[in-house]
Every structure is written in C-alpha cells, then in structure tokens.
C-alpha cells in the first residue's frame, strides 16, 4: 500500500469530520449514571476533537482550569481556557435554569457545547455529566463523537450521601480521599464521617488530648486504630470541597462513647476511666449526664468540629444509648441541641433524637424505627432517610457475601434500588425530606479494596434514587446502564461486587 504522509491523513480524517457524522446512538440512550431528569436526543455528533478552547467566568477560574485538565486527560486535546463568553466548550451562569442551585442545562449541538446554571456547584454537577458521556463513548469505536442533544437536570433531594465509619476501623487520609474521587462522579454531595464511637476516637480535640492520644489507638480486632489531626481534617474538608462534597462529621453521644470514657475517667459517673473495647457490640456504654463536665466536654468538642467544618452540619449521633436512662437521654440531647447552633451548626442526630424537643432547624436521620421519624416530623425536624433494610451498605448482598453484616437483612443490588424514600413512612413526604444517605460501618471491614466490595455498585443506586425522579428510575433499565458502569469502575480499579443480577459487559 503506499504510505500517504502523516499530515495529509490527518487533513482527510478533519475533512471527513467536518462534513459528515457517523450515526451514532442517541443521547438519550447513554448510560448516564444518576440519569437526567431531561434528555432530548439531537440527530446528529460532535467531534470533540474540534472543541478547542473553554470560556468561564472569571471568578471560577480554578473549576475551569480543573475541567480543561480532566478535559485533556480524557480526550488528549489540550483546551484553551479564556474568560470570553464564546468558547466551544461555554460554562456560564444563568439564572433563568430551572431548579436549585445544583440544576444544570448542557446542550451539545454540531460545533460547540453549551451549559449553564445558577452557581459554580451546577456547573461542576453539568461536568460530571458530560465527563462521563466522554467517557462512555469512549467504551464505542466512534469514540471522538459525542451525540448532539439537550439535558435538563435538578436533582430531587438537596442531600445524596454516604457515611463511612471510620471509627470501628480507622480508615486513612488516602483512603478517604480514594472514596471521594470515587462518588463524586456520581454526583454524592455530602459525606458524611462518623468519627467517634465505642472502638476508636478519630478526630484530634486539642483542648482534650488524651482522647485520640487513648481512645484513638486501637479499632475492631485489636489493631493500631489510628486519627487525623485537625490539619489532616482540614485537607480532606478541602479535597472533597474541591468536588463540591460537603463533610459532616459526626460525633457518636451519649451512648457509643467508649473510646472517650477510657481516655478521661471524669467523663464517667464512677469516676473511673474504662478499658478500651475492641469488639463489636452495641448499646453498653454512656457519658455521665449528670456531670456538668459531660457538657463542657461536649462544648469543647463541638466547638473545635465547628471549626474545622464549613459545611452547615455537625451530627451529634444519639442512637441505641441503651444505658442511658431515658429521662437522662432526654436531658442530655436538649442540651446538646443548645450548643450546636450557638457555633452555627444544624444539628443531625439518628431517628431516636425525636424524644428530644427537636430545635429548628434539625435532622433527623430515620435508620430504624418509622414511628421515631414520624414523632421527628411532627416536631419540626427535617428527615434524612437510611433505612437499613434498604439503605445500609453494610448489609450483606446474599449469604454468600463475606463481609458484612445481616440484621436488617440482605441487601441485593435490586432490594438497595427498588424503593422510593416519600414511601416509606405514612405521612412523610417529599417536603419532610431533606436527602437520602447511604451508611457504610465498618465494623467487618478495614480497608479500601473491603469498603469498596460492599459499597459498589450499590451506591450507585443511591445516589439515583437521591438524583433521578421515581418516574425515570426503572430496574431493568437501571441493570443495562450498571453493566456499562462496571466497565468505568474496572478503569478505576474499583473491587465492587460483580452481582450475577447484572449482564456485566
Ligand atoms: C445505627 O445503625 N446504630 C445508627
């Protein structure tokens, strides 16, 4: 064959470009992972190796020098990025978008690329989508070519999260920042760390050192545990930031407080400073109420959290305080529920917090008992919904699962994706419901490649069922679109369980 000269290829290969489009499949028949409220399919593609140059406003400089480099990485053509509002690749704000302030409208027609939105947050939440269209063509021979259309977006709930409980096993800075790269995609919105329980104390108090130099040292089984100093905080509040992911830290009280009993023995009505506990049960242990201590300890805390936590929430736990009198409970979450906003914070506590007077405004997190959330409604509380029958990440697949637990039952991949969170419980509706979270505790597991068998694929369902409307959200359609994602999570190196429920592609 004779050899043409490189150059005159590539002049061909433009041409071809230019004037004609393979056929491609539609917008609306991409794998789009959560799926778009609104997709009209255009009838033609885009070569994005045409695109250029991305314009977007000054003020959010970084967002697009953050987006030409991922942009390069994906598709190995540089971008410029300019200020001017006509670049090929157009990020702009607009008030006119239909939705809050995460909604987004992306258009891709034959030459250029158009979003919009009202804030920064819409127009990173846009790139998500278009990153993964990216991506997802680039799983297909006509990889250059992105499928012309318009998507309208808003996402149902404001919160779509996931907890990690770093407190049964320490979970390190680089492990959660993996986690973060890992949801953000999907378009999680807070993360949500439990930093404090029976096993393991993980976050550095200066004005009470003892707590992470005692009750940070050991986790589940005995191992060395393990904390993050506030500056280690603080990095992973900015790396997770950077993906508009807000962290809620949460601080496990009065009950699930172990770890701070044996650091300080005046934290307990003896006196006397317990040993530290690395097994797994629940419901044994408890601050001393009646101590005035108890609450300048618990102000201390919040205050130096606050701190370190520019999100709007501090999650002040209250779940299974099975030896704390319920009088004394109640005692306790009022007083708490004092300090928190003095520092500006929403307080978020699990469902049991409604016996308390519920301060407005303040989350009730409903994981167990429907009449709780119910009483937290009635009390003016919004609901974070994490039913564990459905929503518990922890919660063994099948019998075959090895981590994991099973006391709320299993929970299949279609089980985790075929409920609606307005559903659950008479007389909550949408209005009452702030989000939907995803807990992963982590008392049978204690590193990345364990944390991401039992969270993928199933969070990828949540965070749907926290994006998508149930109008939209169909399993068998759902399944397809997982076989693809599999594919993405592979690229990532992610060990998610490979239910035999979907045709893995
Ligand atoms: C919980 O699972 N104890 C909130």
Redesign the pocket.
């Known amino acids: 064959m004779m050899k043409l000269p490189k150059l005159f290829l590539f002049a061909v290969a433009l041409e071809l470009a230019s004037c004609q489009s393979p056929t491609i499949a539609p917008l609306a028949d991409h794998a789009l992972l959560p799926y778009p409220n609104t997709v009209r399919s255009g009838e033609s593609a885009l070569n994005i190796n045409t695109i250029q140059n991305l314009s977007i406003d000054a003020d959010f400089s970084d967002l697009g020098q953050q987006i030409a480099q991922e942009w390069e990485m994906h598709t190995t053509n540089a971008l410029e990025v300019t200020e001017a509002g006509n670049a090929q690749l157009r990020f702009s704000l607009d008030d006119q978008v239909d939705g809050s302030e995460e909604a987004y409208s992306l258009e891709i027609d034959k030459k250029k690329i158009v979003i919009k939105a009202k804030a920064e947050v819409g127009l990173f939440r846009a790139w998500q989508t278009l990153k993964q269209l990216i991506t997802l063509r680039q799983l297909t021979p006509e990889k250059d070519y992105l499928p012309t259309g318009v998507i309208q977006d808003n996402p149902v709930y404001a919160y779509r999260g996931t907890m990690l409980d770093v407190s049964r096993h320490f979970f390190s800075v680089d492990e959660v920042k993996r986690y973060i790269d890992l949801i953000a995609p999907y378009k999680i919105n807070y993360l949500h760390l439990h930093l404090s329980d029976d096993q393991g104390w993980r976050i550095e108090i200066k004005s009470w050192p003892e707590l992470t130099r005692v009750g940070g040292s050991t986790e589940v089984g005995g191992g060395e545990g393990g904390f993050y100093t506030q500056e280690q905080y603080k990095e992973l509040v900015d790396y997770a930031q950077k993906q508009f992911i807000t962290l809620v830290p949460e601080i496990d009280m009065p009950g699930h407080t172990n770890a701070a009993l044996a650091s300080y023995a005046e934290l307990n009505c003896n006196g006397k400073a317990t040993d530290l506990y690395t097994g797994t049960e629940v419901g044994f242990s408890t601050l001393c109420v009646e101590k005035e201590v108890t609450y300048q300890f618990v102000e201390d805390v919040i205050r130096e959290l606050s701190a370190m936590t520019p999100g709007p929430y501090i999650h002040i736990g209250g779940?299974?305080s099975h030896v704390t009198p319920k009088k004394d409970f109640i005692t306790f979450i009022n007083r708490v529920y004092d300090i928190v906003p003095k520092y500006n914070k929403i307080p978020i506590g699990?469902d049991e917090v409604q016996l308390a007077d519920m301060p407005q405004p303040s989350v009730a997190q409903y994981?167990a008992n429907a009449e709780n959330a119910l009483a937290a409604k009635q009390k003016g509380a919004k609901i974070l919904i994490s039913p564990?029958a459905y929503a518990y990440l922890d919660m063994k697949y099948d019998s075959l699962t090895v981590s994991g637990l099973k006391w709320a039952g299993y929970v299949p991949l279609e089980k985790g994706y075929s409920w609606n969170p307005d559903a659950l419980v008479d007389g909550i509706e949408n209005a009452d419901i702030l989000g939907v979270e995803a807990p992963l505790?982590s008392e049978t597991i204690s590193n990345s490649p364990e944390m991401e068998y039992l969270a993928f694929p199933r969070l990828l369902g949540y965070a749907e069922i926290g994006w998508t409307m149930p109008s939209i959200r169909q399993w068998e359609a759902y399944k397809k679109r997982l076989a693809v994602h599999g594919k993405l999570l592979d690229q990532k190196g992610v060990n998610y369980y490979k239910s035999p429920a979907i045709a893995w592609e």
Do not use: K, S, V
């Open positions: 779940d299974e699990w994981w564990a505790w």
